[in-house]
């Protein structure tokens, strides 16, 4: 098991920002992608942005320009900066992460070996 916990969820206005952690212990090491998924009530899990060992970064389409997915290696942390945010933005975002896959087989995948609990963003208008 590799212990994946988020945290920085909250509620805000439409056009707020918010920026999410995801700390992934002592594994953001070797080869390795960590992904931002999010899922809303009674809705599939949508990819939101991955990110892999070398700093290549995948992001979808309704998060372009808005959302920004950064880590900082020596925190074993991946973080995902939210602006412009938008009430269907509200969801449970969860971090997963895989190892041996660049982040383009990562993100086609559209799955994780190993994922955390999730936090909770809301998005009022």
């Known amino acids: 098991q590799v212990p994946l916990v988020e945290s920085g969820g909250g509620s805000v206005q439409s056009g707020g920002s918010l920026r999410l952690s995801c700390e992934a212990s002592?594994?953001?090491?070797?080869?390795?992608?960590v992904g931002w998924f999010r899922q809303a009530p009674d809705q599939q899990r949508e990819r939101v942005a991955a990110?892999?060992?070398?700093?290549?970064?995948m992001y979808g389409d309704s998060v372009k320009g808005r959302f920004t997915i950064s880590q900082d290696v020596a925190k074993h942390t991946v973080y995902l900066q939210m602006n412009s945010l938008k009430p269907e933005d509200t969801a449970t975002y969860y971090c997963g992460i895989s190892f041996g896959l660049p982040v383009a087989n990562f993100w086609s995948r559209n799955d994780a070996e190993y994922w955390g609990k999730g936090t909770l963003v809301t998005i009022s208008s």
């Open positions: 990110i892999d060992g070398y700093g290549r970064t």
């Open positions: 002592n594994y953001l090491t070797g080869s390795y992608s």
